[in-house]
């Protein structure tokens, strides 16, 4: 089973040590050994000598806070955001960005290595790109909604590891369009008192307001999230979007528990049914409340990795599965004959038939409904070539890849992953089935974040 004994662990809690950093582990924090026992320090780099203080001592790893770095890394650099360190939102500010990509491509290719018991550098890992400038990347801003005892309202990210909220004045990687959208909202309500959900009470209100940037022809839209269903005091959430310049305003209902912020129940109360938002240079419409990329740059470099590599030959057709509200699946329609995109959001799914109308898209049609379940019956209709995953972060359902390798059997996968440990248990498993992998292609979606996005193409081994 591995792990030390409480008398055997070299480090206890509170203990103030050295230690050399032996590299970034698979999340957002550095790596370090005392004595073969395993200890993580946050916003330390590889090859840096620290002094840190233990705050954990668990059985087989520690965590330690930074005091001082003893001995910097040629990669460390001054953190442009005043909130870094306290905020929770970015990991490697420190870091310079050619050092953050060549640590997101070793991610990458150690977990693909890992699950595909071969060595890093024999895999056909291409090195990560990004943006061309890692600042203002990101269109979507959630700041969360707190008082204090003294009703004072303050507004901003969680803190790392907490709920504990980080009030924010300034944030160098959101665009400030949709920062300054959220600042303004927030004082309106702050000056119109507009009651703000209290979790030590019970006490209903606002938990968050969410601004997102549209793109330059476009006004920005503003979220509201609460925890009541009857939208409160909604002539005053109309007057502070509309006072703080927002085109559009809608109210979201967030679940009480759980990792998700925006709930399923989201009305519209003032603008448009569905946001314009653009991509790739092409508009897509939609819900307020749905999920679509937060970074242009990184929406349209996924839409460009992607439609590089979809080579179908003509009259053939494809899929898109977990296809969302079809940013992928719409572009590709005109290099096939029929492409089906599938996904269990029915409301990202509507989302997608309505984009897919505007464009005149006939050839791209959408189901709704679980992915697992609906992927034999639609490729039993189809001419196969081509299938694009882009699952949630845990990567797809076993039953997909066993349809995949075993019914479908496409010429060509496509698998867009934001978790690297994820898309290599997929590829792994993929390959049981006899695919092999042909290329891994990473890039920076989050700047300044352990996050990473990939774009893999496998095809039959034989």
Same mark, same amino acid.
């Given at each position: ?8 662990? @070299? ?10 950093v032996?590299?970034?582990a ?6 370090c ?15 840096? /000598?620290?002094?840190?203080? +233990? ?11 930074l005091?001082?770095?003893? /001995?910097?890394?040629?990669d460390? &650099? !001054?953190? #442009? ?15 310079a960005?050619e050092?953050?990509?060549?640590a997101a ?19 056909? &890992?291409?090195?990560? *790109? ?7 990347q #990101? ?15 303050a ?8 709920q /504990? ?6 944030? @160098? ?23 703000v959900a209290d979790p030590r ?23 509201? $999230? ?35 912020? +925006? ?22 419409? *939609?819900?307020?409340?749905?999920f ?8 349209a470099?996924?839409?460009?990795? *992607? ?7 003509a ?15 719409l572009?590709?329609?005109?290099r096939c !004959?029929? +492409? ?24 791209a049609?959408?189901?709704?409904g ?5 992927? !034999? ?6 001419? &196969?070539?081509t &299938? *694009? ?10 039953a997909?890849? /066993? ?7 496409? #010429?060509?996968v ?12 997929d590829?792994a ?6 695919y ?10 989050f ?7 990939t $774009?893999?193409v496998?095809?039959?081994? !034989?």
């Amino acid at each position: 089973m591995g792990g030390f004994g409480a008398a055997a662990r @070299p480090v206890a809690i509170g203990d103030v040590v050295e230690l050399d950093v032996a590299h970034l582990a698979d999340g957002p924090d550095a790596l370090c050994t005392v004595g073969g026992y395993v200890v993580f320090v946050a916003f330390a780099l590889p090859g840096e /000598r620290i002094r840190a203080r +233990i705050v954990s001592a668990g059985r087989k790893h520690g965590r330690a806070e930074l005091i001082e770095v003893l /001995r910097p890394s040629p990669d460390r &650099v !001054r953190p #442009r955001c005043a909130h870094f360190g306290a905020c929770g939102g970015c990991d490697f500010q420190m870091q310079a960005p050619e050092a953050q990509r060549t640590a997101a491509t070793a991610r990458v290719a150690k977990a693909l290595a890992f699950a595909l018991k071969r060595p890093a550098e024999s895999l056909p &890992v291409r090195p990560a *790109v990004g943006a061309p400038t890692p600042w203002g990347q #990101r269109t979507k801003v959630a700041l969360m909604l707190e008082t204090d005892d003294r009703q004072w309202l303050a507004a901003g990210l969680f803190a790392r590891r907490s709920q /504990r909220v980080v009030p924010l004045y300034e944030c @160098p990687v959101t665009d400030s369009t949709a920062l300054g959208l959220a600042l303004r909202s927030v004082a309106q309500i702050r000056a119109r008192r507009i009651p703000v959900a209290d979790p030590r009470t019970g006490a209903p209100g606002l938990r968050a307001v969410v601004a997102r940037s549209t793109g330059p022809k476009t006004p920005p839209h503003l979220l509201l $999230v609460g925890t009541e269903p009857d939208d409160g005091d909604i002539a005053s959430m109309v007057e502070v979007a509309t006072a703080a310049g927002a085109g559009g305003l809608a109210y979201n209902v967030g679940p009480e528990n759980g990792p998700f912020l +925006i709930g399923r129940d989201t009305r519209v109360l003032s603008g448009p049914q569905r946001v314009t938002i653009e991509a790739a240079g092409r508009p897509y419409l *939609v819900s307020p409340g749905a999920f679509f990329q937060t970074s242009t740059w990184g929406a349209a470099h996924l839409v460009e990795a *992607v439609s590089a590599r979809f080579t179908p030959p003509a009259g053939s057709d494809a899929l898109d599965l977990y296809c969302g509200g079809g940013l992928l699946t719409l572009p590709l329609a005109s290099r096939c !004959r029929r +492409i089906v995109g599938i996904e269990g959001n029915p409301a990202a799914i509507e989302d997608a038939r309505t984009t897919a109308r505007a464009w005149n898209t006939p050839n791209a049609t959408f189901i709704a409904g679980r992915v697992e379940d609906e992927l !034999r019956a639609a490729a039993r209709r189809l001419d &196969v070539h081509t &299938v *694009v995953l882009d699952p949630p972060r845990d990567g797809c359902d076993p039953a997909v890849l /066993r349809a995949l390798a075993e019914s479908v059997r496409p #010429r060509r996968v496509i698998y867009v992953s934001c978790e690297p440990t994820a898309l290599a248990r997929d590829v792994a498993a993929l390959a049981a089935g006899e695919y092999a992998l042909v290329e891994a292609a990473p890039f920076e979606m989050f700047p300044h974040t352990h996050h990473v996005e990939t $774009v893999a193409v496998l095809e039959p081994a !034989r």
